[in-house]
C-alpha cells in the first residue's frame, strides 16, 4: 500500500516587529482581566471602606501606564506601524485618555485611510466632542469602506438618533423625516447583518418609537421577528395603539 504524505500545518512566523506588538496586545489583555476582576471583587465587598485606596487597583494603574510606555517606545521604532497605531489608540480611549487617542487615530487615518476602523475610531471622538457632522461623515465613510460590519450601521443609528435637533440645525438633514427613516435604515441594516445579535434585532424594532410618524405595521413585524429568536420573560402586547383602544 503506497503510504500518503501528509501536509504538516506551516508554523505562524512573526517578525521581531509583530512579535513585539503581539507581546504588548497579550499584556493589554491579561491587564483589563485583572482589573475587571479586581472590580468584581470590591462590588462583592459593599462594606468595604470605599474611600480607601486598594493595592490592587493601584497597582494596575502603574501597570498601565507601563503598558503606554512600552507602546510609546514600540512606536519611536515603528512610527508608521498602523496596526500598532490602532491598538494604542483603543487602549488610552480605555483609559479615558480621549484626546491623545485621536492623536493617533488621525495619524493611522493618515496612513491608511481605507481602514474602516480608524474613521470609525474617528467619529466616536467627534460624536463625544459634538462635532456631529464630522461624526456623521466619519461612521458613513466606515460604512462605505466596510459595509458588512453590522456595529458601523448600528453606530451610525445610535448618532442620528441621539442629536436629531442638532443634525437639522446644521443643515445636514432638511426635516425630521428624511433623518428618522435613515436612522431606522442604519438599524435594520445592523440587524440583517448580524441576524443573531439581539440587541440590533431590538433596536431596529424599538426605532419605530423614536419617529414622529411611525409605520406601526412595520414596527409589530419587526417586533414578531425579534420576539422569537430573542424571547423576554414579560412579553409585551406589540400592537398599535388604536389595536390596544389607545
Known amino acids: 500500500t503506497r ?12 517578525t521581531q516587529q509583530e512579535a513585539r506588538l503581539e507581546a504588548l496586545l497579550s499584556e493589554q489583555e491579561r491587564l483589563f482581566k485583572e482589573l475587571q476582576a479586581s472590580s468584581d471583587a ?21 501597570q498601565f501606564q507601563a503598558l503606554v510606555d512600552r507602546y510609546e517606545l514600540y512606536l519611536l521604532d515603528h512610527p508608521d506601524y498602523v496596526p500598532a497605531l490602532i491598538a494604542y489608540g483603543k487602549l488610552l480611549r480605555q483609559l479615558d485618555q480621549a484626546a491623545q487617542a485621536h492623536v493617533v487615530f488621525v495619524r493611522a ?7 474602516a476602523v480608524v474613521h470609525q475610531q474617528l467619529g466616536n471622538h467627534f460624536a463625544e466632542r459634538g ?20 456595529v458601523y450601521a448600528y453606530s451610525l443609528g445610535e448618532l442620528l438618533h441621539a442629536y436629531p435637533l442638532q443634525f437639522l440645525e446644521e443643515g445636514i438633514f432638511s426635516n425630521r423625516a428624511h433623518l428618522d427613516a435613515t436612522a431606522q435604515s442604519a438599524f435594520q441594516k445592523a440587524r440583517d447583518l448580524a441576524p443573531h445579535n439581539e440587541a440590533f434585532a ?13 409605520d406601526w405595521a412595520a414596527a409589530l413585524a419587526a417586533w414578531e421577528t425579534a420576539e422569537p429568536r430573542f424571547p423576554h420573560p414579560n ?12
Do not use: C, H, W
Open 3 to 14: 503510504s500518503r504524505s501528509k501536509t504538516l500545518p506551516v508554523p505562524m512566523v512573526y
Open 202 to 214: 431590538r433596536r431596529y424594532a424599538e426605532s419605530f418609537y423614536d419617529t414622529q410618524s411611525p
Open 42 to 62: 470590591l462590588q462583592a465587598s459593599p462594606t468595604e471602606d470605599v474611600n480607601r485606596p486598594n493595592p490592587t487597583q493601584a497597582d494596575l494603574q502603574a
Open 131 to 150: 462635532q456631529y457632522g464630522q461624526a456623521y461623515i466619519a461612521f458613513s465613510r466606515a460604512i462605505e469602506l466596510a459595509p458588512a460590519e453590522a
Open 109 to 115: 487615518a493618515q496612513l491608511a485611510p481605507e481602514l
Open 235 to 246: 412579553p409585551i402586547d406589540r400592537r398599535p395603539p388604536e389595536a390596544l383602544g389607545a
